[in-house]
């Protein structure tokens, strides 16, 4: 067919076909702002909040010359949230990871299953408590799963940890009656997925413990926080135990010395009553936050779903979805690559060194064979705990890359592009744009 294109016309469409990487003009030339959910939403609500609780000069929960009781009123508000019964405010969420073993008594000769995309603190918590993490593979949801998990499970293993990877939800459920017919624990780690929902049931009280961060990344945030929660009234004595001075507290905030079982030993991890006022003030934004990365995020998937060479993330429910994270897979690694190096030169970047846009591989300790400690088995008391103690013996596990093989192959093909709290019209439109440019060029494209 005879083409009325005028040949200006022609080379006109060549010049805004050509990637910027082969010398065209990029689609934006500001970086796009940088992800920190909560961040872009702190303004004079927490200035007030902050000053106010620095004028009590009480900035210990327990007491003080003014007691404000702002982590015990965050406590409480955070379980309303969530619908849980209890939670513990704590220092961060490694912090209550840390307090969430201890609690659920995890120790040598213990086998705890761990997906192979997660945070380094995960398996640093099971290590540290003496116990063997078990590397369990991952699906195209990004997070456990659930056949991996039942062929992992040995008569040594005390737990599962289900990691709500990047912004949405794992197949909790499904997770959740492997659990079950185990006689194992389910601890959810929640930190980046703050706010997420299955069947309208928040994340964080399908299983028995659950954890939470605040750290700046998060989708709401005071900086560095974190919490447990449960509705398990025995484990949450347990875990405020830990989190403290290693007892229980009445009603009264007594220690109790009465009940063997809550006299542990304390971890220090306690909040302080100014981060208590800040989070206070981000749950109340956190709807807001979210609703903001969701419908970004979707007004940029559903454009997406025109490429046929594209796949995109599995969402176990959209709904429940936070949205600060898109994941998008590839035919092959190199294709991946190529299009994440054109999508960084069209500008779909936070700054030049952000690692807002990169292919999974980059991704650092979030993929179990970038940890060191993990591959080499690195001790701390140098004589080989606790892989080498007798306890452990016979507990072989492979950490090399090649031990979770649907892992390194999505790693390797598929690219993470964070979905901050404050993008515009302009920015959402801008990362269409680029992938739909870089799409064509890289015959992606169905279109
Ligand atoms: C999945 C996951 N778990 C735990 C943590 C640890 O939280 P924190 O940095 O507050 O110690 C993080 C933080 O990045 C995380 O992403």
Redesign the pocket.
């Known amino acids: 067919m005879k083409s009325d294109k005028t040949v200006a016309e022609v080379k006109a469409e060549e010049a805004a076909n050509r990637l910027a990487i082969h010398g065209g003009a990029a689609v934006r030339r500001e970086p796009l702002p940088l992800e920190f959910p909560g961040i872009h939403y702190l303004d004079e609500e927490e200035i007030d909040a902050a000053v106010r609780l620095l004028r009590s000069r009480s900035l210990f929960r327990f007491y003080g010359v003014d007691l404000q009781n702002e982590a015990v009123a965050f406590e409480a508000e955070f379980a309303q949230w969530l619908d849980v019964r209890h939670a513990v405010a704590v220092t961060?969420?490694?912090?209550?990871?840390n307090v969430t073993l201890s609690a659920l008594g995890v120790g040598p000769g213990q086998e705890v299953i761990v997906p192979a995309y997660?945070?380094v603190?995960?398996i640093a918590a099971v290590v540290n408590h003496g116990a063997i993490p078990v590397l369990a593979d991952i699906d195209d949801t990004f997070c456990l799963d659930p056949k991996s998990v039942e062929a992992c499970i040995t008569p040594r293993t005390s737990g599962i940890i289900l990691?709500h990877?990047s912004g949405a939800p794992g197949d909790v459920k499904a997770i959740r009656q492997i659990a079950s017919r185990h006689h194992i624990f389910l601890l959810e780690?929640c930190?980046?997925c703050n706010g997420g929902s299955v069947d309208g049931q928040k994340v964080g009280t399908f299983g028995d413990m659950a954890?939470f961060?605040?750290?700046m990344?998060?989708n709401m945030t005071s900086g560095?926080?974190?919490c447990v929660v449960t509705n398990d009234l025995r484990l949450y004595h347990r875990a405020v135990a830990c989190h403290d001075v290693g007892y229980a507290r009445d009603e009264q905030g007594r220690l109790v010395f009465s009940e063997p079982d809550y006299c542990l030993w304390g971890e220090g991890y306690r909040l302080d009553e100014l981060r208590a006022t800040l989070l206070r003030v981000q749950l109340g934004k956190l709807p807001r936050i979210i609703a903001a990365m969701h419908r970004s995020k979707y007004r940029i998937r559903k454009a997406l779903e025109a490429f046929t060479g594209v796949r995109l993330r599995r969402i176990i429910d959209p709904d429940g979805d936070t949205g600060c994270f898109l994941i998008t897979i590839y035919p092959d690694a190199e294709t991946a690559r190529r299009v994440n190096r054109a999508l960084r030169v069209e500008g779909i970047v936070t700054c030049p060194q952000g690692v807002s846009n990169v292919v999974m591989t980059d991704w650092g300790l979030?993929l179990y064979y970038n940890v060191p400690s993990l591959v080499n088995r690195t001790s701390i008391d140098g004589r080989g705990f606790p892989w080498k103690l007798a306890e452990n013996a016979g507990l072989e596990r492979q950490y090399a890359k090649g031990a979770c093989p649907a892992a390194d192959d999505l790693f390797a093909r598929s690219i993470i592009l964070a979905i901050p709290s404050c993008l515009t019209d302009r920015d959402e439109t801008d990362i269409i744009e680029a992938f739909q440019k870089v799409m064509r060029a890289t015959s992606l494209s169905a279109t």
């Open positions: 961060s969420g490694t912090g209550a990871l997660m945070w603190s995960v990691v990877m780690d930190a980046q954890t961060s605040f750290q990344n998060k560095e926080g974190g979030h």
